[in-house]
């Protein structure tokens, strides 16, 4: 803390940054060896974790070793060169003039010079040295004293994507552990954003195995509940910086992001509550949606009826208050033959409510534009746009999830709706996602105003 207020006058600190600094100070000194920091976002973590602790590490021990990973090569880049501009500064130079860089940019070495750039730079006259990297960058014939990561999710779908999960884990396992020297030490800083992210996963293997790696975890959400750690000053229902984020502000951003970002995001408990995106009791059932409302129906194609996925479409209603209606489920098991009779039958039926755009998502590949064309031709006469569908259906049904938990969202009655309740309170874990999916695209394109959407091909 005193390093950062010498080198940054016109910081403001609070109490939670000197609680996390004196964590630093122990790691520093190798006391804590294995530190997990979780934070909210814009908590100041990245300037403390990535800026400062890397320069007082070499202001103090000129010949450690240290490689600090981010989610991305860019932002490793940025933090590689703010670390530098502290170590430039004079007052870096007044309290540690014997740790210097080189006063030119150097991408080779060279006899006589010393390393400096974006990516690495050497202590001059020592042994010491700064390599920034993204996560999953190569930083192989490197050995680290000091292991820093922070931030390895860019983004909800990142975060969302198993397969993006297992890379980092495997970075982490396959690389960036092995590079760390005996007696060293490892940081993992971040927001939480999954219940099997990085800080997840080392958290499920300490707790499973005696001989992993067992962390000391500062875990500061951003208002205070139960239990509070011996750490936390708090007391329950107190937000955690009030001079710059306080309970108004904390408030309405829970209510913009829904409780399934705010938790994990906020709060560091990535695990849903109640197992799920979505509760039952969001949601009331009513009679019919408005006449004169806007309409979509949006169809989710299973590949073939074989695999026991399925076909189902989805038909929204906004009406002019900005109340949305789950109006009808249409679901089932269905030939390719079988699915496109149903899907002109349903055509029909909407046809009588008015005004009603159907949308259908185009798989990947031949076999996705063949059966999106074959759809457009059997709906001629109708309004039908085609739209090839991005990121993860966790990530797709956020916005709509939000409007559900504000209770902005009816659901008209009809045989349909226990199965889709089943749905929505078992995603995103359930066995079947398809309600949901074609909920959560229907939505998003009554939200978003026609102009504005993705260019879509319409027959």
Sequence with gaps: ????????????????????????DAFVRIDITRLIISLPPR????????????????????????????????????????????MDDAPYRRLFPETTLSGANVRTVAQGSWLRNSDMFEVVEYNGYYRGAGVGGAITGMGMKYGIIDDPIKNR????????????????TSTFRTRLAPGGCILVTMTRWHQDDLVGRLLALAASDPDADQWTVLT???????????????????ALWPTRFDLAELNKTRVSLG????????????????????????????????????????????????????TCGALLAKDTNGTFYIEDIVRGQWSALERETIIKQTAEVDAQRGGVVIWQEQEPGSGGLE??????RNLAGHVVRTERVTG????RAMPFAAQCEAMNVKIVRGEWNTAYLNELASFPYGAHDDQIDASSCAFNKLVVPMRQQVRSREY
Excluded at 58 to 83: C, E, F, H, K, T
Excluded at 226 to 234: F, G, Q, W
Excluded at 392 to 395: F, G, Q
Aim: net charge negative.
């Design 220 to 238: 500061l959400p951003a208002i205070a509940e139960e239990p509070i750690a011996d750490y936390d000053r708090r007391e329950v229902g107190e």
């Design 157 to 172: 779908q990142d975060a969302n994507s198993p397969t993006i999960r297992q890379k980092i884990w495997d970075w982490y």
């Design 1 to 24: 803390m005193d390093f950062t207020t010498y080198t940054m006058p016109e910081f403001e600190r609070s109490w939670h940054h000197e609680v996390m600094c004196e964590y630093l």
């Design 43 to 86: 908590h100041t973590k990245s300037e403390f974790v990535s800026r400062r602790l890397p320069a007082l590490i070499l202001g103090q021990n000129p010949d450690a070793p240290i490689i600090a990973a981010s989610y991305g090569a860019d932002l490793a880049r940025r933090m590689n060169r703010d670390v530098q501009r502290i």
């Design 392 to 395: 993860d259906k966790e990530t």
């Design 259 to 310: 409780s399934y970002d705010w938790n994990s995001l906020y709060m560091q408990r990535p695990a849903p509550p109640e197992g799920g995106m979505f509760k039952r009791q969001w949601f009331d059932i009513v009679g019919a949606a408005p006449r004169n409302a806007q309409r979509v129906r949006y169809w989710d194609k299973a590949g073939s009826a074989s695999k026991g996925d399925y």
């Design 371 to 376: 059966s999106a064309q074959s759809t457009t």
